[in-house]
């Protein structure tokens, strides 16, 4: 892919998805390949992560060793924020899976904040 090439949105989906379903080892070389120096991952990203979130497709199936891996989402979340170039991450700490439903106020005001931040910078 050359540079400033945009990935494909397949690619995200599926690297998004291993962020989501990988045990948290698996998820920095991941982070890497798509956004490290030169990686694929070319937009600003706003993470909006409930820290209470346990969900992981596959974790009541995982093996014992994997499922104790998963879901972990305020270690998640900042591993995450720390290797995409131009990410910021809001926690809302006392929210889960869906903080957009369980506090929308909330949830509403820091995406407004981070997409008004993007257009204004």
């Known amino acids: 892919m050359a540079n ?5 949105i397949q690619a995200v989906g599926v690297a998004l998805g291993a962020l989501v379903n ?12 798509v956004t490290g120096d030169g990686g694929l ?13 346990t969900t992981a497709i596959g974790k009541d ?13 305020p270690e998640l979340g900042k ?6 170039k131009d990410a910021r991450l809001v926690e809302f700490p006392n929210l889960g899976h869906a903080p957009q439903i369980q506090d929308p106020d909330a949830f509403h005001k820091a995406l407004l904040e981070g997409i008004g931040r993007r257009g204004g910078e």
């Open 79 to 84: 591993t995450t924020a720390a290797a995409i």
């Open 22 to 33: 990988s045990p948290t080892h698996h998820v920095t070389s991941l982070l890497v390949s």
């Open 41 to 53: 991952l070319k937009v600003p990203v706003l993470l909006l992560i409930g820290d209470k979130d």
């Open 61 to 73: 199936v995982a093996p014992a060793e994997v499922r104790e891996k998963l879901g972990h989402y």
């Open 4 to 8: 400033g090439a945009t990935l494909p």
